[in-house]
């Protein structure tokens, strides 16, 4: 498999659109790889995950051919990984020769979000009936899109509805995707998770030096967590390890995530990475 990651900031991106901290001015300074868009990422180009309003940005930027994606995973409902009104332009009204059916997996939160977005009146001349379909996910509820296995597990985030980081498979390879969660999981979440073994592990890492007790990780929680998939054998040193999903609020620029992932044996993401497994 090979995961591309299309934007890799928090919320609030980076530079954030209304900071003037240091790290934010030095992005604006060095650009490269401190420019950070919102978190999403493209598996094999066949399977998206989330849809931030980056989405049009990723497109341009990566020459993708997003009317040929038929599977989008939605982490959870805050707005920075799913803008749902863009689905709207699926329509062949607005894309011409998109293909097949796009369907969208996700939570209850998700699902409102959808349909609040696409159900307005104004939209009502375009319905996405033959375009987009929605369908909604149960924690574990494991299901097949284009060949790939993959198990939705509920993550450590807003209790407010139930996020989900996701396991995925195909053709004997298995990548976790972690992306936003704590580390207080469920036992039933850790169960899955240790039930399998990874060739890749992407990690979030919001916090960067800080510390927080849940909701995010930090440097030092990925490190934890990477100790506790080595002591259950469900990673090891041939295992890709991934940082991912950064805000200017965790102290470092990208040369310093840099020089910490090298450090712990891992690989710091940066927009418009790919990497195999």
């Not at 990780?217 to 080595?230: A, H, P, S, T, Y």
């Amino acid at each position: 498999m090979e995961i591309q990651y299309l934007g890799t900031a928090a919320a609030e991106g980076w530079p954030a659109l209304f900071c003037d901290c240091a790290l934010c001015r030095n992005a604006r300074r060095e650009g490269g790889k401190e420019l950070r868009t919102r978190t999403q990422s493209l598996i094999d180009r066949k399977l998206l995950i989330d849809f931030p309003p980056d989405t049009y940005t990723h497109a341009l930027n990566h020459s993708l051919e997003l009317g040929k994606v038929q599977h989008l995973l939605i982490t959870h409902s805050h707005m920075d990984h799913f803008f749902p009104v863009e689905l709207i332009h699926r329509h062949e009204h607005f894309g011409h020769n998109a293909r097949g059916m796009l369907h969208v997996y996700g939570n209850e939160a998700v699902e409102k979000g959808f349909y609040d977005a696409v159900l307005i009146d104004r939209f009502k001349v375009h319905p996405l009936d033959g375009s987009v379909k929605f369908v909604r996910l149960r924690p574990f509820g494991d299901f097949e899109a284009d060949g790939y296995h993959i198990i939705p597990v509920p993550a450590d985030h807003d209790k407010r509805e139930t996020c989900l980081i996701y396991i995925i498979e195909k053709d004997g390879k298995c990548l976790l995707y972690g992306h936003d969660t704590g580390l207080n999981l469920s036992r039933e979440a850790w169960e899955c998770i240790y039930s399998r073994k990874y060739d890749l592990i992407s990690m979030d890492a919001t916090m960067g030096r800080q510390k927080t007790e849940g909701y995010h990780m930090g440097l030092e929680d990925d490190i934890k967590f990477v100790r506790l998939l080595e002591e259950k054998g469900c990673v090891d040193e041939h295992t890709v390890k991934v940082i991912n999903h950064f805000s200017h609020n965790g102290g470092m620029t990208h040369r310093e995530l840099e020089r910490f992932a090298e450090e712990h044996g891992m690989t710091a993401a940066y927009d418009g990475m790919r990497v195999n497994c």
